[in-house]
């Protein structure tokens, strides 16, 4: 096994391990980056099936994962959520770490995992979830992975 073979396959674990979703997720889709440009949008979208009495709210998760190379202690981000009847635009600022400038979110190592509840909806049929980050950097590094869970409330 090459040098660099046995971290990789310990990262992909990792990454299995904390994106495993609950039972109550209607959807959910993690992006892998290498880095993010402003420009890039990412677009995560479905169509929701609800069971006879299930529909009800649903929480609108947004995920992300970073590793030490992150130079920033927040993230923040454009969220436009597209629904069927109605659009909501958001401003997310997450915190990425605590005062004494170690990392929020689970995790070890050089990576962590973060989840913030972006809103909870009524929500039924189609949604599509664009995101865009909002830093200062053109191209913005240590950013893993992003994610959207949908979980029933």
Not at 34 to 62: H, M, Y
Not at 73 to 88: G, H, M, Q, R
Request: proline fraction near 3%; charge should be negative; include cysteine.
């Amino acid at each position: 096994m090459k040098p660099g073979q046995l971290s990789n396959i310990f990262t992909i674990l990792l990454m299995l391990l904390f994106s495993a979703c609950r039972e109550d997720s209607l959807y959910h889709e993690f992006r892998p980056l290498t880095q993010w440009n402003r420009a890039e949008v990412l677009c995560f979208e479905d169509s929701l099936a609800f069971a006879p009495g299930k529909a009800g709210n649903v929480e609108i998760i947004v995920q992300l994962r970073n590793n030490n190379s992150y130079p920033y202690a927040n993230l923040c981000l454009n969220a436009d959520i597209f629904l069927t009847d109605s659009v909501y635009r958001e401003f997310i600022d997450i915190k990425l770490t605590k005062e004494d400038g170690k990392w929020t979110g689970s995790g070890w190592g050089s990576l962590f995992t973060h989840e913030v509840i972006l809103k909870s909806l009524p929500m039924t049929g189609k949604f599509k979830i664009e995101l865009s980050h909002a830093m200062q950097d053109e191209v913005l590094e240590g950013i893993r992975n992003v994610g959207v869970c949908l979980r029933l409330k």
